[in-house]
Structure formats: C-alpha cells, structure tokens
C-alpha cells in the first residue's frame, strides 16, 4: 500500500484583512513549531495572500494557497485572477470547484475542468472539491453525483496529471444542515471516490492520489476522521481562522 501523507488545509473563505491574516499566521507558526507530519496549506482571501507569502517566506513546513483561480492567463475578466498572478506571490495550491463556487457563482464540472488543466500548466497544485446535496444524499443519489464529477471534472487527465492533483470531498447535506456525516458516511464516500477512479482511470491513481475531508473538521474529530485509510486529510472551514483549533487539527490528525 502507498503511503499518503495527509494533507491539512485551511480555507478562510471571505475573512481576514491583510493586518489580521499576519496574527493569524504568526500564531499557527508559533503553535505548530517545525510539525512536519502533514502537509500543511493555508489558504487566505486574495487580498492577503501578499502579506501572508512574506510571513511564510522563511518557513519550511506550510504552503500558501488560493481559493480560486480563472482558467484564462490573461484577458478582459474583471475581478478575476490568472495562474501566474498566483505563481508571482509564490502560491503552491488552488482550491477549484468548492461547493460555494458552484451554489452561488454556478461553476460546473467543464468550468472546473479547465482551471484544473490550466493550474496544472501554471505547476499550480489543484484541490479539486466534489460533493453531494442534501436532495442527492436522502434519494440516494449520491454515488452517481460523485461519479459525474469525478468523470467530468478529471476529463483528459491521466495518471500523471492525477499525481498532481488533491481531491475534497464535501458533504454538502452535512454543512449547516444541523445534520452530520459519521465517520464511516465519510469512509464510504472516500471508498466509492476511489472505486470510480480505478475504474474511470487506473488503480495506480486510484491508490496514490489524497482525498480530504471537507465536512466540518474540527479537533475534537480530526482524530477519528483522519485514522480512516481512504481519508487523507482535511479542507477546514471555518475551525481553521483559529490558530490553536487548527493546529489541534493537524496535531489530532497525525496521532497514530
């Protein structure tokens, strides 16, 4: 079996001025010391990736992310951001397709498809979300969603191109619904991911490529979460704006 580091990333969504992503910073820097167990990602709004890149410029162990890129290099797409402007302030990883961008921006499998080509052109890292709703999920749906994401999303990519790519899984139902996936709904969905990328794709992918959790992380579940073999790491919310819960995630995460 291929051993996968796990991967722990924090999306701080629309929060944080540039003033408040360095406290922020600073304090993970200070909590999680030269941990080096898991990767680590942070991922600030655009306007502070700037003052967060330089903060990170002297540390070894946390990479630098955005939470959305366009598929253009350049052009007439106002508020956008291209590949480069990223790879300018040194950022590692791009979150596409986040189930945010799909509710209320109306992004679809092809849109994600080609940011992820052009992030991986760019040597931009993907994090590539899927995830089903709660009409999906309670008409038992889901398995058949995921698989059209997977299939549409990862169109044209092949086993290299999958070797550079991270995948979320968000239970959508499970996110300010009041209710909760269980770890083993987690597992599931992890499990079925990887079936229908060994058979749309190769079992090789299948087996070497990291699958997050993205369903409401915290300490107190990374533990349970993250010991399941097909959960890699996790695409934290909002328990990721607080230094010392998120460095509790990524401690809890990597406890054997």
């Known amino acids: 079996m291929i051993n996968r580091k ?47 890149s330089e903060l990170l410029g002297s540390v070894t162990n946390i990479r630098l992310g955005a939470q ?3 598929e253009a290099a350049s052009g007439a797409y106002t508020g956008e951001i291209s590949a480069a402007m ?3 302030l040194y950022v590692r990883y791009v979150i596409l397709g986040h189930s945010e961008r799909r509710q209320y921006f109306h992004e679809d499998n092809a849109t994600v ?11 931009l890292r ?27 999303s990862l169109a044209g990519f092949g086993d290299k191109e999958l070797a550079d790519i991270i995948l979320a899984y968000e239970p959508v139902w499970a996110i300010g619904t009041g209710k909760t996936a269980s770890p083993a709904q987690a597992e599931e969905a992890h499990q079925w ?18 699958i997050q959790y993205g369903g409401s992380v915290k300490a107190e579940n990374a533990k349970e979460l993250l010991s399941k073999p097909d ?5 934290v919310g909002g328990a990721s704006l607080d230094a010392r819960g998120f460095a509790g995630i990524i401690k809890n995460a990597c406890l054997e």
Request: hydrophobic fraction near 45%; glycine fraction near 4%; include cysteine.
């Open 193 to 210: 991911i990887r079936k229908v990328l060994a058979t749309k794709f190769s079992a090789a992918a299948s087996e070497r490529i990291r």
């Open 126 to 152: 993907p994090i590539v979300c899927v995830g089903e709703t709660l009409p999906e999920r309670e008409s038992d749906q889901w398995k058949t969603v995921l698989e059209t994401q997977l299939v549409e």
């Open 86 to 88: 990223l790879r300018e």
């Open 113 to 123: 498809n080609r940011k992820t080509k052009a992030a991986l052109a760019a040597e």
């Open 68 to 70: 959305n890129m366009h």
């Open 231 to 235: 959960i890699d790491g996790a695409l």
């Open 6 to 52: 796990k991967i722990i990333a924090g999306n701080w969504k629309m929060n944080k001025t540039q003033a408040e992503a360095r406290v922020v910073v600073g304090d993970i820097i200070r909590e999680i010391g030269r941990f080096d167990s898991a990767e680590i990602v942070v991922c600030p709004p655009f306007t502070a990736l700037s003052a967060v």
